[in-house]
């Protein structure tokens, strides 16, 4: 079902409408400035009273039927961040930038203080951003069970983090620079049932990555890998000690990349059932080895494209 049809099941009943309502404001994926707009008369006055104080007035007076934050279970902060600063650019604001961080920082607030179980948590790309727990948080991340994140992000971050969520089934970061937050290796620590862990390297960040493959309390227990780099990375052996894995996806930027794949060769993932090598591949005769030993439960095989 698209946006359209679910807005046009909005006028059918109030029953109708209660459940679209449900279904548009579940992921902040779908927000467009209609949702900002609807975010924004949401506020509580603290909040209002805080944009106001520094020259901030939206005047908006919206009938509110619903506690529309409440109905997110995914949230991405980057894209109320970038919504935020098009709209306000968009009203011709000045130092719009200084007020999407502003005004971010209070819708965030009254995310975590209404939503009563996030599933999806997506904080990732923009510098800008500080992110922090804010009140309600306990409550609102107790039961998340995916994170998408920078890890740039402070340690402190990561640590309080840790504190709250310890059944993070999915867990994908990007390491931007040469620097991967203690934080996040202690946050991936603490995590007993994780399952499907993506990592996607822009820099060299070899040393960092071991200590993240370290930290696994329980590598057996993941089922799909992705790794992902757009670099040449020389060290490919730990893939091995996912023995359990069911999916394995490898992007690499050339054949050279590869090089260490001979070592997987001979390793054995007995339940391997999709293996996906994109953009580049190894040598065909390693390949086929690989194959030989890992193939006799696959159902899908994915080859540079």
Known sequence: MNMITLHLCLLVNHLWCEISVRIIWRNTHNYNIINLCTLIACLPTES??????????????????????????????????????????????????????????????????????????????????????????????????????????????????????????????????????????????????????????QMNSDGDLKNIISSLANPNKISKLCFDTEIHYSSLSFIAEFSNLQELELIFPTSDSFTDFKKLQYAFFPKLQILKIQSACPKYGILIKFLENNGKHLRECYICN
Do not use: M
Not at 57 to 74: E, G, H, Q, R
Not at 112 to 140: D, T
């Open 48 to 201: 209002k009273e805080i944009l106001s104080k520094n020259g901030l007035n939206i005047p908006l007076t919206l009938k509110l039927l619903f506690d529309y934050a409440s109905f997110c279970k995914v949230l991405s902060f980057d894209r109320i961040y970038y919504k935020l600063e098009e709209f306000l650019k968009f009203i011709s604001l000045e130092n719009f930038r200084d007020y999407t961080y502003l005004l971010s920082q209070e819708l965030f607030k009254l995310f975590f203080n209404q939503i009563h179980s996030l599933k999806r948590l997506e904080l990732c790309n923009n510098s800008r951003l500080v992110f922090n727990l804010y009140p309600g948080a306990k409550y609102c991340l107790k039961d998340l069970s995916e994170l998408h994140c920078n890890s740039y992000i402070s340690s402190e971050f990561f640590y309080q983090l840790s504190q709250i969520c310890n059944n993070i089934l999915s867990l994908d970061f990007i390491s931007s620079d040469l620097f991967i937050s203690k934080g996040l290796i202690d946050l991936i620590s603490t995590q007993k049932n994780l399952k499907c862990l993506s990592i996607y390297l």
